[in-house]
Nanobody, 115 residues
Framework: QVQLVESGGGLVQPGGSLRLSCVYS????????IGWYRQAPGKKREFVAK???????NYVDSVKGRFTISRDDGRNTVYLQMNSLKPGDTAVYYC?????????WGEGTLVTVSS
């Protein structure tokens, strides 16, 4: 069983930055990807960024050039550096691991971008 714990959310002004962290634990053999999704109020959960098993980085178009995903295997942690934040980035951000076709989720961390 895989466990995920996110942190780093908060209130930030437009144009500001935040770094989200996700610590993962448990049996992570066969992991296909590790990444981030988000869900804004009244909207469906959407993909944000991921790192595949082969090391490929993928981003949704709306965050390209502003967000950077990275991974520290020594710390069992995946990060999401978010720069130039916009009000439209306001959402609960969820860490995700896809293991052998099964998705595991953290409980999420709230990011609010507002002046």
């Amino acid at each position: 069983q895989v466990q995920l714990v996110e942190s780093g959310g908060g209130l930030v002004q437009p144009g500001g930055s935040l770094r989200l962290s996700c610590v993962y634990s448990g049996d992570i053999f066969g992991v296909r990807s590790i990444g981030w999704y988000r869900q804004a109020p009244g909207k469906k959960r959407e993909f944000v960024a991921k790192i595949t098993r082969g090391g490929t980085l993928n981003y949704v178009d709306s965050v390209k050039g502003r967000f950077t995903i990275s991974r520290d295997d020594g710390r069992n942690t995946v990060y999401l550096q978010m720069n130039s934040l916009k009000p439209g980035d306001t959402a609960v951000y969820y860490c995700n691991i896809n293991q052998l076709g099964m998705d595991y989720w953290g409980e999420g961390t709230l990011v609010t971008v507002s002046s």
